[in-house]
Each structure stands twice: as C-alpha cells, then as structure tokens.
C-alpha cells in the first residue's frame, strides 16, 4: 500500500537518512530544497485480508528538522505470527543533500547525488550511481557497484565481506587506489595505472592519472574490478 509524505515545505536538509530492514531504493537527485518520500508498506499473511490489515500496522518513523530528515522502518508492533513485512523508500532528494542509508535484507540505490553517501548493507546489493561526492559502503554478503560522475573522481571507502566491488571511474579521474580482497582477484583496466610497491592478483596499489583522491577497496570473498566510465 503506497504512502505518499509530502514534501516539507522550504526544507533545505544537509542530511537525511534512512533506515530499515528491507529494501531502500533510488534516492534521487531533484531541482529545489524539497525532499520527495514514497514508503510502500508490503505485508504477507495467510489471506489478503490479513496481509491488508497487518499492512496498515507497519510502522514509519519520521524525524523532520530544517537540518535533517530520517525516516526508519520499525515494521509490525508486537508479537506478529504468521506474517512478513517490509517498506521501500522511494526518495529524491536535494542533489547536495547528505545521505546515510542502512538495511538489511535489501538493496540500496543511489543515483546522482552529489553530496558525501553513507551506505550500509546486510545481505543486499549496494549500487550508487553517477555519484558526485565521497561514497563509503560497507557491505556483507552483496555485491557492490561504484559509478563515479565526477570528472576528477571523489573519495571512495569500500569494505566488503562476501561480494564483488565494481569501481568506475571517469578516464579523466585521478586517484590513489588501494584495492585488496583475501578470496578473489583484482584487476584495474582500461585506465592509466602506475603500480606502486609489489603488486599480486590479490592487491593491488598504485596512482591512477598521476594520483588524487584517495580509493580504499576491500573485500573478504570476492573480485574487484576498477575500470573507466564508457
């Protein structure tokens, strides 16, 4: 059951997070201070009428301030038998706005913000998109995916537990990469790399363009792969 908020009037947020145990979708980039939230309340039962009923109970927590907005999914009160629930954010937001954005048990996607991301997964996929300001992921059992828009590229913090991490990076970028995974392989492609100290297929360390911002990419069981925006 769809829930639209409005949008706060002459809101200007420097941050907004979002958290809850399922997935959290594409917060997008948008013209004006506003911040735009559609929560899709999603419950399951043994009839539909008790997935309605147990729908109109999941809770939302909002905290709206002129210099935050959070939202947090505290799902059905009390002892619930029989019955799943989960919401979905569908957020734009401020391209500048700040965001900190934790689940578990879903995916997370950012697209075009240009503001520092904040992203944290437990089982679920991480993807930020055309991603404008410093990203920082953590992540257990997901894949992660980094598509950086800034023609000089931004900082980047990446640790993963199970799961692959793709960086792309504009072929302008210049950067300092560190990339390093105990389980997989690492490859860095298609950019003008210059190795620094010994380089194994688990690690690999370097300046990409003469060197830049600092790229920090871990992961425990998995691939990392570092190549150029097409």
């Not at 965001?99 to 950012?110: F, K, Q, S, V």
């Not at 003008?192 to 069981?221: I, M, W």
Request: charge should be negative.
């Amino acid at each position: 059951q769809p829930l639209q908020a409005p949008a706060a009037e002459g809101l200007q947020p420097v941050g907004d997070r979002i958290e809850g145990g399922h997935p959290l979708r594409t917060p997008q980039p948008r013209c004006g201070p506003d911040v735009e939230v559609q929560a899709e309340r999603i419950a399951r039962a043994k009839s539909d009428g008790q997935a309605e009923l147990f729908a109109e109970r999941i809770r939302i927590a909002e905290d709206v301030a002129p210099d935050r907005v959070v939202l947090r999914d505290e799902g059905i009160p009390g002892v619930v038998v029989g019955a799943e629930s989960r919401v979905n954010f569908h957020v734009r937001v401020p391209a500048s706005a700040r965001l900190r954005i934790y689940t578990a048990n879903g995916d997370i996607t950012t697209t075009g913000v240009r503001g520092a991301v904040v992203l944290a997964s437990t089982n679920g996929a991480v993807k930020a998109a055309q991603a404008g300001g410093p990203v920082e992921v953590r992540s257990t059992n997901g894949a992660v995916t980094i598509d950086v828009a800034a023609s000089d590229g931004v900082p980047v913090d990446v640790h993963a537990t199970n799961g692959d991490i793709a960086l792309v990076l504009p072929s302008t970028a210049r950067a300092d990469v560190d990339a390093a995974c105990t389980n997989g392989a690492v490859a860095v492609a298609g950019l003008s790399f210059e190795a620094s100290g010994e380089q194994l297929a688990t690690h690999a360390r370097g300046r990409v363009h003469g060197g830049g911002v600092p790229v920090t990419l871990a992961t425990t069981n998995g691939d990392i792969h570092v190549r150029p925006r097409p």
